[in-house]
């Protein structure tokens, strides 16, 4: 079965502290990985499309990065306005449907 | 990036009623649509696949004559909660395929979400 999950559920960083986010995939055929940031009561924000193996990305304090098994969001000295949750979804070969991870919350403080 | 809007933002409705929810790609023509929903503190549960022109397939579970959706253009997508419970409140989450770059994957932007609130 198709599985994404991310780790952590939550984090607590103060402002210019870094850290990694992780999403973890088992899926068939996989075609494409997308990061998404949610405020709460809004919908998704798309950030990063990774496709292959090796690939990185960057936005501003973000940036993204793709293996084989799983894919990495680096948060370089986040503000506070970088809070929100960080969801991970993936897209197979076969069909257009998102496989979505639990997401990760994250928390700076100033 | 491309723009996806929804409407009512929120909505307040007495149980039994039905409420709609629009769906607009305001820059690109979506052939396909998806409709999700969340509830607090988890992440998107896809509903249902709107397609322009067919029938919407919805996932298990998911009830087809509760949940209408109308996909009439390739910029519009409805869904209809019909006579409405309290247990439909929820945050429901519209998103559109926009097409790849360079033959990539498609990539779905997402609305900005709709809180239904069942009195």
């Known amino acids: 079965e198709d599985q994404v999950t991310q780790s952590p559920e939550a984090l607590r960083l103060q402002e210019g502290e870094s850290s990694s986010l992780n999403c973890s995939y088992t899926v068939s055929g996989l075609r494409g990985l997308f990061w998404y940031r949610q405020d709460p009561g809004k919908g998704p924000e798309f950030l990063f499309t990774?496709?292959?193996a090796g690939e990185e990305k960057e936005k501003e304090r973000l940036k993204a990065t793709l293996t084989k098994k799983e894919s990495f969001l680096h948060i370089t000295a986040p503000k506070p306005e970088d809070s929100a949750t960080y969801l991970c979804a993936v897209i197979m070969a076969a069909g257009n449907k998102l496989t979505f991870g639990g997401g990760t919350r994250v928390l700076v403080k100033p | 990036g491309a723009v996806v809007s929804q409407h009512p933002s929120r909505v307040i409705c007495k149980s039994g009623t039905s409420v709609k929810i629009e769906c607009r790609s305001l820059?690109?023509?979506?052939?396909?649509m998806f409709w999700y929903r969340q509830f607090p503190k988890q992440s998107l549960m896809l509903m249902a696949t709107s397609n322009e022109g067919s029938k919407a397939t919805y996932e298990q579970g998911v009830e087809k004559d509760k949940f209408l959706i109308n996909h009439a253009s390739l910029t519009l997508s409805t869904l209809t909660v019909t006579s409405a419970h309290p247990e439909d409140s929820s945050f429901y989450i519209c998103s559109a395929i926009s097409p790849g770059l360079a033959g990539g994957p498609e990539t779905q932007y997402f609305g900005p979400g709709t809180r239904l609130l069942v009195l």
């Open positions: 990774l496709y292959s």
């Open positions: 820059d690109f023509q979506a052939t396909t």
